[in-house]
Every structure is written in structure tokens, then in C-alpha cells.
């Protein structure tokens, strides 16, 4: 049996509530997770406890602000095994989720687990964000960018914001330690059109782990010179 009550558990604390459907849903996804990685390395962490907390209830700490609104359009910008956009879909089927990865097994897992789960509204793409960035079909196409675990904060700007609306926002999951890159960051959200709007501080529950959501508004078009090719944005961010 897969063990899920740190998840049960956490959500609840963090305020959010798990019916059944999405309960199983959760199991079904763990257990693809744990199969694959027996195979290819999706993620170093394997442990029921830590993928309830580190992974499932980290990816849910967004939806304790109040971004996400129903039928939104949501891109997670190297998702990895699927952190954070597929538990956020899980959690609002309303949701159309974008999820995109360099690493091609990494995207394959995630054609299985969203066959598997019967999601819909949810596509997996494999490919570098600064390249489809400049594609006419995401190009400033969604209300809200989120990314985790991928790159510095003024690289992941750069990778981000293009595919925001104005009026939108990048959301970028971080530790708790993010003075520094903020203020490294700051020229780079200005360039690409953003606002910083707000961080918020959340502690995941059961661990003493504390993280940051960076709140970035998308107030202005991102000029046609971003996201720059030629690993650029990573060797050389704005
Ligand atoms: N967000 C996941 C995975 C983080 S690991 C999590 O938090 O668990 C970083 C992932 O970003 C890797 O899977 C890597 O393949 C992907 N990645 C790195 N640079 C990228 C780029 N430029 N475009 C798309 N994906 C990228």
C-alpha cells in the first residue's frame, strides 16, 4: 500500500482540502513516480514521507494565495517530474497546465502519469524555454508562469516572464534565504517587463522547512530582443 496521510495530513494544515478523487490520484502519481525512478532518474527523492512533503505539498503551497483563479491558463517552466504544475492541476481541474522540460524521459513520465490519471486540459512539452518563449503559440499566451528549483532568479526571468500576459504573474519557488538574488535580480525583472508584487514566506507543514514565493506582475509587454539564444540568459543574465 502506498502511504499518503503526510500528504492527507499537510494539505489540511496548509488549509486545503483532499476528496477522494484527488487522494487517488495522488497514490497513482507516487506510485509512477517510484516505478519510473527505478528506470530513469526522475528524482532523488523516494521516500513516501519526503515526496508528501517536499514534493506534493511544496508544489501546493501556491494555492495559499489567491493567483489562482478558475480557467486559468498556468505554464511551469522546467517541471522535472511534474513539480509544481501537475499536483496544482490535480488540485483545480479548471485549470489548462503547460508543463515543459528539457530532459525527454522526464516528459515521457509525464505522458504516463497524465494518460494514467485520465487529465485533461494538461500538456507535457519537451523542449528549452528560451526557445519556445519566441513561439507565437505561448508567447505572452498565459496569466501565470511558475517555476521551481531550475535556475537563478535573474536567468529565470528570463525564461519565464515572455510567456506571461500583462496583467499576469511569474511565481518562482525558492529556499528561504533570497535577499541576494532579488537584488541580483532586480534590473532583470525591470528589462523583461515585470513587477516585483510581493514575497510570501511559507512554512511547509510537518518539517521545519521554510520557503519563499517570489510574486513577480507582469506590467509590460517583454520586448521581441528576449529571452536571448545562446545560453545567454544563463551565462550572462541581465
Ligand atoms: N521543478 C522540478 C524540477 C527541478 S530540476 C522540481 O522542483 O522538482 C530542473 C529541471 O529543469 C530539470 O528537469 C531540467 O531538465 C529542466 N531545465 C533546465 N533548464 C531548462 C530550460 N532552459 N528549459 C526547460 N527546462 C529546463
Redesign the pocket.
Known amino acids: 500500500m502506498t502511504d499518503i496521510k503526510a500528504l492527507v495530513e499537510g494539505a489540511s494544515l496548509l488549509g486545503l482540502e483532499l476528496d477522494q478523487e484527488k487522494i487517488d490520484e495522488f497514490i497513482k502519481y507516487k506510485e509512477l513516480l517510484k516505478e519510473w525512478n527505478e528506470k530513469v532518474n526522475i528524482?532523488t527523492i523516494t521516500d513516501d514521507f519526503e515526496i508528501d512533503i517536499k514534493?506534493f505539498i511544496d508544489s501546493l503551497t501556491p494555492l495559499t494565495t489567491d493567483y489562482f483563479k478558475e480557467n486559468i491558463r498556468v505554464i511551469?517552466?522546467?517541471?522535472?517530474?511534474g513539480?509544481?504544475g501537475l499536483p496544482l492541476k490535480i488540485m483545480n481541474k479548471s485549470m489548462d497546465v503547460t508543463l515543459?522540460?528539457?530532459?525527454k524521459k522526464?516528459i515521457n513520465f509525464l505522458k504516463d502519469v497524465i494518460e494514467s490519471l485520465g487529465l485533461e486540459k494538461v500538456q507535457a512539452i519537451h523542449?528549452?524555454?528560451?526557445e519556445m518563449a519566441r513561439d507565437p503559440l505561448y508567447r505572452e499566451k498565459f496569466n501565470i508562469a511558475i517555476?521551481?528549483?531550475?535556475?537563478q532568479l535573474n536567468t529565470l526571468c528570463e525564461?519565464c516572464l515572455p510567456f506571461v500576459e500583462v496583467g499576469g504573474y511569474f511565481i518562482s519557488?525558492k529556499g528561504s534565504d533570497i535577499e541576494d538574488e532579488l537584488k541580483e535580480a532586480e534590473n532583470s525583472i525591470k528589462v523583461l517587463g515585470g513587477k516585483l508584487k510581493e514575497t510570501r514566506i511559507v512554512k511547509l507543514p510537518l518539517s521545519d522547512i521554510t520557503h519563499s514565493l517570489i510574486i513577480i506582475e507582469k506590467v509590460r509587454n517583454t520586448s521581441t530582443k528576449y529571452p536571448r539564444g545562446g545560453g545567454k540568459p544563463r551565462k550572462k543574465p541581465l
Open positions: 528524482t514534493h511551469d517552466i522546467g517541471t522535472g517530474g513539480f509544481p515543459v522540460d528539457s530532459t522526464k523542449g528549452r524555454a528560451e517555476s521551481r528549483a531550475v535556475a525564461y519557488m
